[in-house]
């Protein structure tokens, strides 16, 4: 139902993660990531079979607007690693980072 401003409320497609573990993915984010999000970390629910995490991240970008044009350009790690593709899967239990292109000195 559209408010006053005409914008219409969404719905979260990832559930925030409640007392049951199974299901849940653990979701850290740094740098501009952090910021567009408000939190350090999140813990959101999965279907037990995963997502592609092309799947997940589309997911993410709906739940949370202004990660959407930051994803494109960001390093994705799954348990410790970098991921090659977007073809990867995202299982329950697994721990997501997100890491924004950053410049060192």
Not at 40 to 45: G, I, N, P, T
Request: hydrophobic fraction near 35%; proline fraction near 12%; charge should be positive.
């Amino acid at each position: 139902m559209a408010g006053r401003s005409g914008a219409t409320a969404r719905r979260p497609l990832l559930s925030p993660a409640g007392p049951s573990r199974s299901g849940e993915v653990r979701l850290l984010l740094f740098a501009t990531a952090r910021e567009a999000v408000g939190k350090a970390s999140l813990s959101v629910r999965i279907p037990r079979t995963g997502l592609p995490l092309r799947g997940f991240l589309e997911a993410l970008a709906h739940d949370h607007p202004g990660l959407g044009p930051i994803l494109p350009g960001c390093r994705i790690a799954r348990n410790g690693r970098y991921v090659p593709g977007p073809s990867a899967r995202v299982r329950p239990g697994d721990e997501i980072a997100v890491h924004p292109p950053f410049s060192g000195g």
